[in-house]
């Protein structure tokens, strides 16, 4: 028992903490032994008999000894183990962030130093993630943050690692700020951003499952109002370690100084196969992305043909989801030269293929199907 008694979780409990946490767990004062202690009870008459008496003073004699004997009639009353409740208690004003990461080379309780410091920064960029999408929603975030969430950030903590696969704590205290710029109003800007995380986890696992379905990269552009982005898509990408093999679970605990009503998912759960489709999302936030069946439509505004080729490029101005962009296509000669004769005629041209768009460019690949369509009988039809 001596050692449960010297568990550093027992040690950091302060009665502070313990009184609030009774407190918010609706114990209520019931006496007091001299200036020593104070004693809690139920309020329920079924549960009357449950008692826990609270030392005052981290000063009184054998305190953990009494802080332990606490914890073990809170864990009978609340049939839970006393080490979650005692981590509860520490943790009383802080939400916790646990990420755990689950494989044969980590279940000793120890990582390779390299996938070690990559994990604390891929957490540390999570709740990065997660406080930028906070005060603003935005496919992908670069540049200087913003005075707001620097200070936020400020305050985060590291808690110590823990065994059972391996454990990084993420500690954020519970803090109020004028802000006018979060979504939530009478929460704290912890809150908030503890909350946005829950939100966009969901909303990306719920995105993922869909895209498995369709293969169509559009289904992640409906999330980023839920708070997802880049740069939470490469945080979850890393967390999977450098070969990208490991699972990780991300759980969220709630400060219990704070209250909430809102039931959001607390736990989340990523394998390694979904770290293709996060690279995926992240890429298309990016401005990379792939569309494996796109028709390109509109005036050809470029072309290009050297003499010894057999093929010819062609410019197509397109619409690609609601902006103009410049779609180069390469065609066999007869297409190409169909293409030049619209051009001259003003004519629109349709091509089918698969679009690949970076930031700079977009170009169909696999073209077919290319035809030239005569929009003079078109213009003749609407006048």
């Not at 767990?25 to 139920?42: T, V």
């Not at 950030?153 to 993420?170: D, K």
């Not at 028709?295 to 080729?309: F, N, Q, R, T, W």
Request: hydrophobic residues 35%.
């Amino acid at each position: 028992m001596s050692s449960i008694i010297d568990n550093k979780f027992i040690i950091e409990i302060s009665p502070n903490g313990l009184s609030d946490y009774l407190e918010s767990k609706g114990w209520i004062r019931d006496g007091n032994i001299f200036e020593h202690a104070l004693i809690w009870h139920r309020e329920e008459p079924e549960s009357y008999d449950f008692e826990v008496i609270q030392p005052l003073s981290v000063d009184i004699k054998a305190y953990q000894q009494r802080v332990y004997d606490a914890l073990k009639a809170l864990a009978e009353y609340e049939k839970r183990s006393l080490q979650d409740i005692a981590v509860d208690i520490t943790n009383f004003y802080s939400d916790l962030v646990k990420v755990r990461v689950v494989h044969d080379d980590v279940e000793g309780g120890s990582i390779p130093i390299d996938d070690g410091v990559l994990l604390v920064e891929k957490a540390r960029d999570l709740l990065l993630a997660s406080t930028l999408s906070t005060f603003k929603k935005k496919r992908h975030f670069s540049g200087q943050r913003s005075k707001d969430v620097q200070d936020y950030l400020n305050q985060l903590r590291l808690g110590q690692t823990e065994v059972g696969s391996f454990i990084v704590n993420l500690i954020a205290p519970i803090q109020f700020y004028d802000s006018s710029q979060v979504d939530e109003d009478n929460v704290s800007i912890t809150r908030s951003v503890t909350n946005n995380l829950s939100r966009s986890l969901q909303a990306l696992s719920n995105s993922i499952e869909q895209y498995e379905k369709s293969s169509n990269v559009y289904d992640f552009e409906e999330v980023i109002d839920k708070g997802v982005s880049a740069n939470l898509c490469d945080a979850l990408c890393g967390l999977s370690g450098s070969n990208k093999t490991r699972s990780f679970n991300i759980i969220i605990t709630l400060a219990g100084s704070e209250s909430d009503h809102q039931e959001l998912p607390k736990q989340f759960s990523f394998k390694p196969s979904k770290v293709q489709f996060l690279e995926i999302a992240s890429s298309y936030y990016k401005g990379k992305y792939t569309i494996k069946e796109y028709e390109a439509y509109g005036l050809v505004s470029k072309m290009k043909h050297l003499p010894d080729d057999e093929y010819g490029e062609i410019t197509v101005k397109s619409l690609v989801r609601g902006v103009d962009k410049n779609v180069v296509i390469q065609l066999p000669l007869d297409n190409y030269w169909q293409a030049v004769h619209a051009h001259e005629c003003s004519h629109l041209v349709s091509c089918k293929g698969v679009l690949n768009v970076t930031p700079r460019s977009a170009r169909l690949l696999d073209a077919f199907n290319f035809r030239v369509i005569d929009n003079t009988i078109y213009l003749t039809e609407q006048t």
